[in-house]
Each structure stands twice: as C-alpha cells, then as structure tokens.
C-alpha cells in the first residue's frame, strides 16, 4: 500500500500570539486522533504557526484505513433457539441486523453463558474521503478563549479565514470551512510578499515560504530574536534583558522577526526599573536594555516584523510611542507621591474585595488584627510591630494612579511609595513581598516581615472564602484559594516556621468576626482542604505515599507545625529502612479494626480512629480490676509506661525516641490479639478490654493504618 504526505495549512487574520501555540498542538492531537480512529496508519507528525498560519505535516499516511473484524455478541442460544434448534425470532433480527444469515451466526461462550455472535467486516475508508469529510468538523473544534463571526459566515473561528491549502500527497483536498475552500496555495508575507504561491509538499513549501519572508518554526523565530536583540546590544556595549515570557510573545507576533536598538530621554531612568520595564513590556513587547552590572540604560529592544529598508523611520515610531508612555508613567509616578499611603487606606473602603467579604478597607484591618497573632504563633514577634504597619498599608497602592493602570505592579509600587513617606524599609519590603509566591515557580517573601503578611493575606483569603461558601470545585476558583493555600504550605515549609495550621486559621476565623456563623465547621473544612494540598506538595517532594497519609491527617496537620510534620516523616522513613515500622503499624492496625468494629456495633464510642484519637479530650479508662489474663495486665503495665513521657518526647520533636517507645508494645498488643477474645461474651471484661485497645490506640500519633504491612502480613 502507497503512503503519501498529509499537509494541511490555515491562514487567517493576525491570531492573537497566545492562542496560536496551544490551537497548533489541538489541531495536530486531532488529526491524528481521527486517523487512529479510522485505522490509518501515518509516521512523523510536525506542527508549524505563526500570526497568520497554523498547520500540521504528517508523512507516510496510508491510502487507506486497515480492514478490521469485528466480534459483536448477540442474544443467549436459549433465547435465540427453540427446543428442536429452529431459531426464533431474537436469532433471526440479528442476523438481519447485520446482512447475515442464521447459518452465518457462531457461538461462543461468555460468562453468562453460551451466546450467538456475528463476524463483521469492516472495510477501512479511503483516506481522502476521510480527510475531507473530518477536517472541517476538526478545525470547527479548535478551542480558543474569543470567537468570532464575519460578513455572513456562521461559523465561528478565532478570526477571519482567507485561505486553505491542504494537501494528501501531491493531490488537493477538496472541502470548504469558514467561507473558504481548500486548495494547494499558500501566501507568503503579509507586506513583502503577498501573492498567492503553489505548495506541492511540505520540503518544497518550507523553501518556498522562506523566500517569501515567513519563519514558519516559532524556535527558530525565538533564536532571531535572542541572538538579533544581543547582537544590537553588544554593538553598543550593553546587555538585553532577557525576559522568557516576552520572548516567548514575540515569537508569536511576527512572522520575520527583526530585533532593533532603539533609545529614549535618560531623564526617565529616575523613574523604577520595575516600571520602565512595564511600560516597555506592556505597550510594545520590547526588551529593556542594562549595562554590565544590571542597571538601565536608556536604550530598548524593540522586535520589528520584517526587514525594512529604512530602519530609522520603524525606530523612530516605536521610540515615539515609548516617549508618550513614559511621560505619562513619570506624571502619575510624581502624582502618586503627592498623597501618602496612610492617607489612601480610607479609600480602600470603597473599592469592592468580595461582596460577602466587604471592601478592601475591611480586609485590611482583618490583616492589622491577624499580624501580631499570627507573627507570634510562627515565632516571629520581634516583627510584630512592622508586620501590623505592613498589613495595614499593603493594599493602599491598589487606588494610585500607577497600579491602575499597570496592575502587574501592585505592591512594587507599594514600596516605592511606602519609602518615600518615611516608612521603614521592612515595612515597605513586606508590602512588595506579601504578594509572593503568585505563580508555583516564584520565590516566597524573603524577609519575615514580608512572611508574616503573606500568610495574613492568604489566610484571610482562603478562610474568608470558604466562610462565605466559595469553595474551589473542580473547574472553579475564581479567587485562586488553591494557589493561596500552596503559599501557605510553601512559607511555612520553605522558612520552617513553628506555626500550627489550625491556630492560625481560627485566628483568621476569628478576624472574619460576624461572617463566619459556624466556627468549627470552616475551620474543619480549611483543615480539610488544606491537607490535600498538603499531600500533593509532600509526593511531590518524592515521600511515600502511605508516609504521606500516615501524617497528613487532619488533627495531625491542625496542631502541629510544617518542621515537626517533616520531621516526624523523617523519622517514619528511617523505621522504614531500619525494617521495624511495617510490624508496628501492623499491630496498631489490629487495635483499629477491632475499635472501628466495635464502633459501628455502637459498643465503644468516640473513637475517630488512628491520629486523631491521639488527640481525644476523653482518655480511656481501663477496669484494671476486671481484667483476667496475665497477657492483657502486661499490656495495661507496658502501655501505662509508654504513656508516660510520650507528649513531653513529641513536644520535644523526639519523634524516634517516641516510635522507640512505640516498638515496646508490638510484642504484648500481638500477644493479646493471639491468646485473648477481646470482644468476650461477659460484658463488663468486654468493655475493659476495648478501653485498654482504646487506651492504646491514643498513643497512636500517626495513622498506622494508612502505612504499608504487606511485608508482614504475608
């Protein structure tokens, strides 16, 4: 069977730079997903984009789809026959159902028993015909965040479509999308060569589009774009700012992609290097420009998209636009400074934070109360003072003039404006730093002031929303409680703070005031939410799973800190490879299962098993006097003495010497479970032989049940 190269190219009005990257890689899955389908074989897959193009390259693609037969089971031979062996009408209806005669029909045995089934045959499809039939259905199923409609065409697509080229070997397809029908031309730049041009295969167009100005590879693209904007730097004795996300947007704005060096007045250089590289960013995607030792120069890379004869003219333009954007980022940054921080607070009252939450205002003063408790419960009150002056002021730059028009600077501009009124500078650091970390890579707040405030902020976030029933679901969360609650986990992790989670989020309860109507219920379901984050960033650390649930329980994460969590895994890891954990929490889950039965007999009550009975405010009292056996008094003896001193080693972080202590009732808790009926039929020994199981399982500080015994087991 002949294969042959499937080209498919889209051309349309510029598409907006991010949507192009992510509508290539759909339409390539697609494709080959419908092939599959259709049991057409193909080879290598390529992708190409750029603004006004996106297409899909797949060599050695069959002729046609692969013959396939298929088994389909009909009704039981009970059914289908009567007692002689004629058929009935069921063994009739599915033969016609498939063109078969009754004859034609096989049996074969299932596990519901002897069953009628017909061998159909299925006759792969032409691959033209498939292609031409599917691609249209293929392309009006490509996702974009806009859609459009134009002239009198119904179909929706990111932007107009001017041309198709499509081809299966050197034969064009033949369908219609859009308002426009495929063919085997392709244009080549939009200014420089505009002309329509033959494709007769993908080597061929590669050549051919080169000629006509169009870089179809966005890598490519992207090493013009680094090594032209370090060429034009290093010819004038500086250095590019490389900013991968810009780079990465240039890449999709051009097609040819030209790198120039352009400057601007250095009276501007007074102005933060955070905003000049915005308004450079935002209203040009061009690169700012430094010396060696990373200060600005009044210099800029802006990236043209062709190569011009006249280069002065297109700097020229691109240094006029520059100018008018920086007079107006020096006029509100002069405006701003008129008006102290402190002083904007009170506006903050009228800027809108969540419509169950109240304003920003009220935000704020539920971070001014939360600071000192929440520094002093992470061991940081010698920064108490700074971090309630930092809470105040840290959303006051949300109502200048230069926030709202750069959002992206909210907080830097906090600090700026915060060391111009006199305000310390770790005050004015923390305004900066408590926005961090707003993306998974970003760093968190370096300083403790900064800390502090983070954790405020996110708190209140997170518990606020779900005291008002914003809960993330699966496709929501539109106020980002998973990302507030990683940078929560991230501070505390990263810094090893010694806060507990569950009193810092009843401080945040707490702050909320008359918002929060059920107290206990929103600090049991952030306690919740919270540990399932938890578990992914610890797997993702690479700790064992059934570590991981061992200690990620909710009275465990509630009353200890993030240091004694990662420590107690250490120790947990080392019973591990010392080989002596898997038998202890073997035992321990024996007195779970026999607690767990009895509690859903109603025998024994309270018990929310491992971890959390550790917890319990009612210890359990034993009938030593009832007991009978000499197992069962040993047991008592020995768990009386590990009882002792158990809280004073965990509050220690002694979690090794508190597992030691453990290992000493292994032996007797197996014992007990080998020689002795605990649930016994007299009443009164029953229940105090389930009181020294309950007695034992509150010294559990780890869900033994969730650690793997196979090894003991078997």
Not at 231 to 236: G, N, P
Not at 290 to 300: E, V
Not at 343 to 361: A, H
Not at 431 to 459: F, M
């Amino acid at each position: 069977m002949q294969r042959h190269e499937l080209f498919l190219e889209v051309g349309a009005e510029e598409v907006p730079a991010s949507y192009i990257g992510p509508a290539v890689e759909q339409l390539a899955n697609d494709i080959k997903q419908s092939l599959q389908d259709a049991r057409i074989a193909f080879g290598e897959v390529n992708t190409f984009g750029t603004p006004r193009r996106f297409g899909v390259v797949l060599s050695d693609v069959a002729e046609i789809g692969e013959d396939e037969t298929q088994e389909i089971e009909g009704p039981p031979v009970r059914i289908a026959f009567d007692d002689e062996g004629n058929p009935k009408v069921p063994a009739q209806k599915f033969a016609e159902r498939f063109g078969l005669s009754v004859d034609q029909l096989e049996r074969i045995d299932t596990p519901k028993g002897e069953k009628l089934c017909a061998r159909v045959l299925n006759k792969g499809v032409q691959t033209t015909t498939h292609l031409e039939t599917q691609l249209p259905s293929i392309l009006a199923g490509l996702s974009f965040p806009k859609t459009m409609r134009w002239g009198t065409e119904k179909t929706r697509f990111t932007r107009p479509v001017h041309w198709l080229c499509a081809l299966f070997g050197e034969t064009p397809l033949s369908f219609s999308f859009a308002g426009a029908t495929s063919g085997n031309k392709s244009r080549g730049h939009r200014f420089l060569a505009p002309e329509e041009f033959e494709v007769k295969g993908y080597a061929q167009f590669q050549e051919e589009i080169r000629k006509r100005h169009v870089i179809i590879d966005p890598q490519e693209r992207t090493r013009m774009i680094l090594e032209g904007g370090r060429d034009v730097c290093s010819a004038k004795g500086v250095s590019l700012v490389e900013d991968p996300e810009l780079i990465d947007l240039n890449a999709y704005l051009s097609e040819y992609p030209k790198p120039l060096l352009a400057h601007f007045e250095e009276k501007y250089l007074v102005l933060p290097d955070e905003l000049l590289k915005m308004s450079m960013k935002k209203h040009l995607k061009c690169f700012a420009v430094a010396d060696d030792t990373g200060a600005l120069k009044p210099h800029f890379v802006p990236v043209a998209g062709l190569n011009s004869t006249n280069e002065e003219v297109v700097i020229n333009g691109f240094q006029r636009v520059l100018r008018a954007r920086l007079a107006d980022a020096q006029h509100f940054f002069e405006k701003d400074q008129k008006q102290r921080l402190e002083d904007r607070v009170e506006t903050l009252d009228r800027m809108t934070f969540q419509s169950k939450l109240g304003s920003y205002g009220d935000k704020a003063r539920r971070l001014e109360l939360l600071a000192s408790t929440v520094a002093e419960e992470v061991g940081l009150a010698d920064v108490a003072e700074h971090a309630k002056r930092a809470a105040t002021l840290c959303k006051a730059d949300l109502v200048t003039d230069m926030v709202i028009e750069f959002t992206d600077l909210q907080g830097v501009m906090g600090r700026y404006y915060a060391l111009a009124d006199g305000e310390p500078e770790a005050v004015a650091w923390a305004i900066e730093e408590h926005y961090l970390p707003q993306q998974q890579d970003d760093p968190v707040p370096p300083s403790k002031t900064g800390q502090v405030v983070a954790l405020c902020d996110r708190l209140d976030t997170l518990v606020g929303g779900f005291a008002v029933g914003l809960r993330p679901s699966g496709s929501t969360d539109p106020y980002g409680l998973r990302r507030q609650t990683i940078g929560i986990l991230r501070i505390l992790k990263e810094h090893e703070l010694p806060g507990r989670l569950g009193a810092m989020v009843e401080h945040a309860v707490d702050a909320l005031g008359e918002i929060v109507t059920e107290k206990d219920v929103v600090v049991r379901d952030v306690i919740e939410y919270m540990q399932g984050r938890l578990k992914q960033m610890l797997l993702s650390d690479g700790w064992e799973r059934d570590l991981v649930d061992a200690v990620c329980v909710p009275a465990l994460i509630r009353r200890w800190s993030m240091p004694q969590l990662l420590t107690l895994l250490s120790s947990l890891q080392e019973a591990v490879q010392s080989g002596v954990l898997a038998g202890l929490a073997y035992s321990f889950k024996r007195v779970n299962n026999i607690l767990t039965a009895a509690a859903k007999k109603k025998i024994v009550s309270d018990y929310e098993g491992l971890g959390a009975a550790f917890f319990s405010d009612a210890p359990a009292a034993v009938e030593a006097s009832v007991l009978q056996e000499e197992i069962e008094k040993t047991l008592l003896e020995t768990t009386k003495q590990v009882q002792d001193g158990l809280h004073d080693q965990l509050a220690k972080s002694d979690f090794a010497g508190a597992l030691k202590k453990l290992l000493t009732l292994q032996q007797p808790i197996d014992a007990m479970f080998d020689h002795v009926m605990v649930m016994a039929e007299d009443e009164a020994l029953r229940d105090a032989r389930l009181a020294l199981m309950k007695m034992i399982a509150q010294l559990a500080f780890v869900d033994f049940k969730s650690i793997n015994t196979e090894s003991v087991e078997s």
